[in-house]
T-cell receptor, first 114, second 111 residues
Framework: NAGVTQTPKFQVLKTGQSMTLQCAQDMNHEYMSWYRQDPGMGLRLIHYSVGAGITDQGEVPNGYNVSRSTTEDFPLRLLSAAPSQTSVYFC?????????????FGPGTRLTVL | LAKTTQPISMDSYEGQEVNITCSHNNIATNDYITWYQQFPSQGPRFIIQGYKTKVTNEVASLFIPADRKSSTLSLPRVSLSDTAVYYCLVGDLSNDYKLSFGAGTTVTVRA
């Protein structure tokens, strides 16, 4: 099992550009989520999904869109990048096979917006 | 979401036991207590979860008193590689779908 994979590992954008951060899991987990982590801070929930076709907002959803067309994939789209979105982005998944509260995290995408 | 309070930082030495206490006064009946560990430049990693009393696994122990308003993560005989940030989370993703990570506790283990 690859677990949770994220691409790209690093990305630099200019203000106003858009891009998609990819996340995939091969554990057949129902629950997937996106967090952002700013330097020296904890993780903040952006969006989450409880299954294919179902998504909802977390604490800091503004400026981001998500979709969940399959169980495996949960991409995060930045609509118009802003310097305030410079952060490390983590995708996570969990499901009934372990415990919903036992989230498996990807390695992260380090995003810089100039 | 239940709010949690934990110390910002703790120092220890190799071979000692480290105990991190988390306060969660407004924990709900359905909430579990979950702890994660995060190393620099990595995603968090699940350590342990409990509902009440004591839970132990190969990595840590979790002590939860009867009123469940606090919990203590115990790391036995720490090594340098246990230097990390430890997060206490309270909730139940199977019901609430949201768990909140606070600032965590930075544990530094010295030789």
């Amino acid at each position: 099992n690859a677990g949770v994979t994220q691409t790209p590992k690093f990305q630099v954008l200019k203000t106003g550009q858009s891009m998609t951060l990819q996340c995939a899991q091969d554990m057949n987990h129902e629950y997937m989520s996106w967090y952002r982590q700013d330097p020296g801070m904890g993780l903040r929930l952006i969006h989450y999904s409880v299954g294919a076709g179902i998504t909802d907002q977390g604490e800091v959803p503004n400026g981001y869109n998500v979709s969940r067309s399959t169980t495996e994939d949960f991409p995060l789209r930045l609509l118009s990048a802003a310097p305030s979105q410079t952060s490390v982005y983590f995708c996570a998944s969990s499901g009934a096979s372990h415990s919903y509260n036992e989230q498996f995290f990807g390695p992260g995408t380090r995003l810089t917006v100039l | 979401l239940a709010k949690t309070t934990q110390p910002i930082s703790m120092d220890s030495y190799e071979g000692q036991e480290v105990n991190i206490t988390c306060s969660h006064n407004n924990i709900a009946t359905n909430d579990y207590i979950t702890w994660y560990q995060q190393f620099p430049s990595q995603g968090p990693r699940f350590i342990i979860q409990g509902y009440k009393t004591k839970v132990t696994n190969e990595v840590a122990s979790l002590f939860i008193p009867a009123d469940r308003k606090s919990s203590t993560l115990s790391l036995p005989r720490v090594s340098l590689s246990d230097t990390a940030v430890y997060y206490c989370l309270v909730g139940d993703l199977s019901n609430d779908y949201k768990l909140s990570f606070g600032a965590g506790t930075t544990v530094t283990v010295r030789a």
